[in-house]
């Protein structure tokens, strides 16, 4: 098997163009790594009042007309980012497609949420791999545009090369909340579920943590997905398009493992051993990317959810929406 010397030969000849680097502007504000967590275990995880706080309905507006293709239809809209306030202007409009299949002989229609991979920019490659196979199964899929890949990369990014650290960890934070927030959508349709999430490698482990802290009875089917993201840039090919001289440069020389919680020991012990500032980057962003620790003190008795805005819930008005309006899912398919 050659596939790991492919993928190390390929990631080796985009690292000599500075574009394609990871990370170039340092580390970002680190400060968003304890907001998440405060977002997913104070509130997603304390219970039915936590989840109520956070899980409304967003309003949906249709940008395309439904369109037929063969034996499903597929409609593309849009909402408002539940997790606005600490993306990037260009990332607060999420947009999505809805592939559903035209006959079904079952009661309900079972629609997966599926995830990008890492550099999968737009809806076409999902589309074409899984969505149609899935739509003559009977199956829908909604494919979600993840923050910083397509219409939704800032400016200053080149591809999928995210410019700071705290880019990835914003971005898992928003699919986190946009993913359970249109799973809540979906189910205000009756004709619709189960309900399931999935991804290939970064869309495997963004699905896994979306689904991990999900309220809802979902089916999680993370594909060829790392433990956590740590060894995906530290250790694995993509280590090599990470700009560790900026990283470097940008790490506090007071910077161990009492930076990090005493339960966070089994991630932190390699700071106490690491012989340079570039060994110190790497074991720093290991730690740094384990989605386990407890919130920091100093977010702990704060509500980061409380901050965020959302649109207020409303009920499915009837189908077949025009460009541009707003509401619920396209028509009913036909019964075989």
């Not at 990037?88 to 002989?105: C, G, K, M, Y």
């Not at 591809?159 to 880019?167: E, G, M, P, T």
């Not at 799973?183 to 399931?196: I, K, M, N, S, V």
């Not at 963004?206 to 433990?227: D, R």
């Amino acid at each position: 098997m050659y596939h790991r010397q492919i993928d190390l030969l390929v990631r080796t000849l985009l690292s000599q163009s500075r574009h394609f680097r990871n990370f170039q502007d340092g580390w970002g504000d680190l400060s968003l790594v304890g907001e998440l967590t405060t977002f997913c275990r104070k509130d997603l995880l304390s219970g039915p009042e936590g989840v109520q706080k956070i899980l409304q309905v967003p309003k949906i507006t249709w940008s395309t007309k439904e369109k037929v293709v063969d034996a499903h239809t597929v409609s593309e809209g849009y909402f408002e980012s539940t997790f606005k306030r600490v993306l990037p202007v260009e990332a607060h409009t999420a947009r999505f497609q809805l592939v559903l299949p035209r006959e079904v002989s079952t009661p309900q229609i079972p629609v997966a949420v599926l995830l990008p991979r890492s550099g999968d920019q737009g809806f076409q490659r999902r589309y074409a791999a899984q969505s149609v196979p899935l739509a003559k199964m009977g199956i829908g899929t909604l494919l979600l545009e993840i923050p910083y890949y397509g219409s939704r990369r800032p400016k200053a990014q080149f591809r999928s090369a995210l410019r700071q650290v705290s880019n990835l960890v914003t971005m898992g934070g928003a699919l986190i909340s946009e993913v359970n927030s249109l799973l809540a959508w979906l189910g205000t349709d009756p004709r619709l579920g189960p309900f399931a999430v999935s991804g290939v490698s970064l869309g495997g482990i963004m699905a896994a943590l979306a689904g991990v802290v999900s309220p809802f009875k979902i089916a999680v089917v993370p594909c060829l997905a790392p433990h956590n993201a740590g060894p995906v840039f530290t250790d694995g090919p993509q280590s090599l398009t990470v700009d560790w001289p900026a990283l470097a440069a940008q790490l506090p020389a007071d910077v161990g493992p009492d930076s990090f919680p005493p339960e966070m020991s089994p991630w932190t012990a390699a700071l106490t051993h690491a012989s340079d500032t570039m060994e110190r980057s790497k074991a720093f962003m290991s730690a740094l990317l384990v989605c386990s620790p407890p919130p920091p003190p100093d977010l702990a008795s704060q509500s980061f959810v409380s901050r965020l805005t959302f649109p207020t819930p409303q009920s499915p008005p009837p189908s077949r929406k025009p460009t541009g309006a707003t509401g619920g899912l396209p028509g009913p398919p036909r019964r075989k």
